[in-house]
T-cell receptor, first 115, second 113 residues
Framework: NAGVTQTPKFQVLKTGQSMTLQCAQD?????MSWYRQDPGMGLRLIHY???????DQGEVPNGYNVSRSTTEDFPLRLLSAAPSQTSVYFC??????????????FGPGTRLTVL | QQQVKQSPQSLIVQKGGISIINCAYE??????FPWYQQFPGKGPALLIA?????SEKKEGRFTISFNKSAKQFSLHIMDSQPGDSATYFC????????????FGKGTLLTVNP
C-alpha cells in the first residue's frame, strides 16, 4: 500500500493564481481531511469528507474548495491564491471504527508559497 | 476559542530523562485524546491515544495520563532518546467524531545526547 499520497511536494504561486492540491489514498478509508500547518498554530482543519459525494467545512475553510467524487481522491482547490495561504498542507484519511482508535494517516505534505 | 491548550511550546531534555507535555481542554464532550508525533519534513503519525474510561495508557516508553476531573491529559516519554526529538501534538475529537480532530499548537522536543 502506498498509503496517503500528495502531489506536488512543493509549489510556488503568484497572488490570484489557482491550483489544485492532489490527495489520494489506497486504504479504502471513508474519511478524508485537509489540514494546514503554520508555525506555532498546529494543524487546522480546512475541509473534510465522510464519504464519496459528502464534504463539509472545518475550522478554516475560506478560500478553499473540495470535492470527493471517489473514495480514493480528495483534491483541494485554491481558487485565487493569497499570501495568507502560504502554508504546509496535509491530507489525512481514516477508517470508521466508532469506539475504537481509528488512526488518521497523514500524507507527506505539500509546501505552498504564495508570492 | 482554543479547544485544546498545549504546553510547553518547546522542551529540551537530556538523554535518559523524562519528557512531559501537557494538554488541557474545556469541552467535556470530547472522548478521544490522541497524541501525534511529527518529524521534520514528514506528516504527523499517531503515537498513542486514550479514551476517558481509563486514567492511564502505556505503550513502551510512552504513557498518556488522563485526568477527567481536571480536563487535562499529558504525554510522558520515559528514558528519552535523541531519536524522540520531534514535534508532538495533542488532539481532541470535535463533534463526537473520531475523524474530525482539533490539534494543540505543538511542542518541539529536543533530546540532547
Amino acid at each position: 500500500n502506498a498509503g496517503v499520497t500528495q502531489t506536488p511536494k512543493f509549489q510556488v504561486l503568484k497572488t490570484g493564481q489557482s491550483m489544485t492540491l492532489q490527495c489520494a489514498q489506497d486504504m479504502n478509508h471513508e474519511y478524508m481531511s485537509w489540514y494546514r500547518q503554520d508555525p506555532g498554530m498546529g494543524l487546522r482543519l480546512i475541509h473534510y469528507s465522510v464519504g464519496a459525494g459528502i464534504t463539509d467545512q472545518g475550522e478554516v475553510p475560506n478560500g478553499y474548495n473540495v470535492s470527493r467524487s471517489t473514495t480514493e481522491d480528495f483534491p483541494l482547490r485554491l481558487l485565487s491564491a493569497a499570501p495568507s495561504q502560504t502554508s504546509v498542507y496535509f491530507c489525512a484519511s481514516s477508517h470508521d471504527s466508532w469506539g475504537g482508535h481509528n488512526e488518521q494517516f497523514f500524507g507527506p505534505g505539500t509546501r505552498l508559497t504564495v508570492l | 476559542q482554543q479547544q485544546v491548550k498545549q504546553s510547553p511550546q518547546s522542551l529540551i531534555v537530556q538523554k535518559g530523562g523524562i519528557s512531559i507535555i501537557n494538554c488541557a481542554y474545556e469541552n467535556t464532550a470530547f472522548d478521544y485524546f490522541p497524541w501525534y508525533q511529527q518529524f521534520p519534513g514528514k506528516g504527523p503519525a499517531l503515537l498513542i491515544a486514550i479514551r476517558p474510561d481509563v486514567s492511564e495508557k502505556k505503550e513502551g516508553r510512552f504513557t498518556i495520563s488522563f485526568n477527567k476531573s481536571a480536563k487535562q491529559f499529558s504525554l510522558h516519554i520515559m528514558d528519552s532518546q535523541p531519536g524522540d526529538s520531534a514535534t508532538y501534538f495533542c488532539a481532541v475529537n470535535s463533534g463526537g467524531s473520531n475523524y474530525k480532530l482539533t490539534f494543540g499548537k505543538g511542542t518541539l522536543l529536543t533530546v540532547n545526547p
